[in-house]
């Protein structure tokens, strides 16, 4: 039986307890760091902003860290685990160590890049550790695939949540700032240390959280809009009429395309809103 850290959390001794009955060593593969400090999800599931009446789903909950934190606060938590074994452990974990919760959680056991459908309620949040080797495409899809998702808060390796919540200008502004802006205002909520982590990463985390806003308006849909951003930083030192020739057919036919949009064509991706490569992709020529 798992002994809670405390106020139905999982500490350090209960997180590596947990880990040495399962026989788990942690996979670089799976990208597994679990949190082992209970202050650091009590914090994630308190800036996420969820309440009583939020459904919540949580990709990669693990050992249930901070699936217990959601618990506290959420009506429900959906936990999508692709570890057989870690997902077939969850709900007994959080019958040991809260069980007035117990009922509000139900487990997926899927690769939650391969899973665009989720059982009722529909998650009006997304909150999670994600690996980094995932977590820019896991972002990106469950706004793409649950429009009821209306916020994000998620860890990710320091770097991915700069990338994600650089504006447009910045050195590391680039494909994956653009399309998390075409779903969201993107901003940076809080700086995560290394040392909350079992095994402790090389690098810190940090926390990114998003608010669902309406698409930019345009006439060419999102798959088209982010092709041409993808284009666009492929050679991101390229200007635009370079990058986006293949894309447009010629240079020519880029620089007609940036024109109609209002672009300057020697500017480079870089510089661009989301709402200018919607106008891009609204022009491109036939």
């Known amino acids: ?15 590596r307890a947990l880990a040495a009955e399962l026989g788990l060593r942690p996979t670089k593969q799976w990208g597994q760091n679990f949190v082992i400090d209970a202050n650091t999800v009590r914090k994630i599931a308190r800036l996420s902003g969820v309440g009583p009446d939020d459904q919540v789903v949580e990709v990669g909950p693990g050992l249930g860290s901070l ?22 452990r969850l709900p007994q974990t959080v019958r040991e160590v809260a069980p007035d919760r117990a009922d509000r959680l139900q487990v997926v056991q899927a690769d939650a890049l391969r899973t665009p459908l989720l059982p009722d309620p529909q998650p009006v949040a997304l909150v999670a550790n994600l690996p980094y080797n995932v977590s820019v495409p896991v972002v990106l899809s469950y706004l793409e695939w649950f429009p009821s998702i209306t916020r994000v808060l998620v860890m ?63 006439q060419a849909p999102r798959e088209a809009v982010f092709t041409c ?58």
């Open 1 to 15: 039986m798992t002994t809670p850290a405390g106020d139905g959390l999982l500490g350090a001794t209960q997180v």
């Open 67 to 88: 699936t217990l934190a959601l618990l506290e606060c959420a009506g429900g938590v959906t936990a999508v685990e692709i570890d057989p074994t870690l997902a077939a």
């Open 156 to 218: 990710v390796q320091w770097e991915v949540a700069e990338r994600l919540a650089s504006p447009p200008g910045s050195r590391v502004y680039g494909a994956p700032s653009a399309k998390a802006a075409w779903y969201a205002r993107v901003r940076l909520a809080d700086r995560v240390g290394r040392n909350v982590f079992w095994p402790a990463p090389n690098v810190d985390s940090g926390l990114v959280e998003m608010i669902r806003r309406d698409a930019p308006v345009s």
């Open 229 to 286: 951003i993808d284009a666009a930083f492929a050679q991101r030192r390229k200007t635009l009429r370079s990058a986006l020739a293949g894309w447009a057919g010629s240079p020519a036919l880029a620089e007609q395309a940036l024109r109609a949009a209002g672009v300057d064509p020697g500017l480079r991706g870089e510089r661009l809103t989301i709402d200018a490569f919607a106008a891009i992709a609204a022009n491109r020529p036939a």
